[in-house]
């Protein structure tokens, strides 16, 4: 079974720019994480998409926004891009049925530089 | 405020004996914990969980115990091997509809030969 993939591994954008990651869950995998991992705040949540509609939020502004398809594909957009923005973004899957704990399975991330 | 907190940022064993990688919560909301480990360039891969309707979990090498009145779970690891030295995260969800995971912010595992 194919694990998480995200794409691209490696972005170098400019300030001011917006940027689009895209995740493919594992199959069957109806739920879909969005985390930012950075050395100083560790791994914050971002978002969660189930069923193409965003399930909850965490506490990042506006200019983080994400989408999910009825694939369970997922992406996610970042506008006018900040020096603070440069992270690694990280999409993780789970089953998603709240009527049990899922695991959360991570992909190997993006690694997002803004110059 | 740091709702999962894992105090230790590095640790370091000898191979063979015993790791204990240690973490706290503040959130009584919390009913599902896990354990992830992550190398660098990788995405954090799932070791172990434990639901808090219980105190102890094995998988192998691997042992999670959770002391829900302290607000305390600990990860030991036995025996030790050089293959384990990676960031241990641990990561609390909460009740409610959302598979959101609160992370503390690591602990490096360093096991010598």
């Known amino acids: 079974k194919a694990g998480v993939t995200q794409t691209p591994r490696y972005l170098i954008k400019t300030r001011g720019q917006q940027v689009t990651l895209s995740c493919s869950p594992i199959s069957g995998h109806r739920s879909v994480s969005w985390y930012q991992q950075t050395p100083g705040q560790g791994l914050q949540f971002l978002f969660e998409y189930f069923s193409e509609t965003q399930r909850n939020k965490g506490n990042f502004p506006g200019r983080f926004s994400g989408r999910q398809f009825s694939n369970s594909r997922s992406e996610m957009n970042v506008s006018t891009l900040e020096l603070g923005d440069s992270a690694l973004y990280l999409c993780a899957s789970s089953g998603g049925r709240l009527v049990a704990k899922n695991i959360q399975y991570f992909g190997a991330g993006t690694r997002l530089s803004v110059l | ?71 305390h779970l600990s990860l030991h690891i036995v025996p030790s091997q050089p293959g384990d030295s990676a960031v241990y995260f641990c990561a609390a969800s909460a009740k409610g509809g959302s598979e959101k995971l609160v992370f503390g912010k690591g602990t490096k595992l360093t096991v010598n030969p």
């Open chain 2, 1 to 71: 405020d740091q709702q999962v907190k894992q105090n230790s940022p590095s640790l370091s064993v000898q191979e063979g004996r015993i790791s204990i990688l240690n973490c706290d919560y503040t959130n009584s909301m919390f009913d599902y914990f896990l354990w992830y480990k992550k190398y660098p360039a990788e995405g954090p891969t799932f070791l172990i969980s434990i639901s808090s309707i219980k105190d102890k979990n094995e998988d192998g090498r691997f042992t999670v115990f959770l002391n829900k009145s302290a607000k």
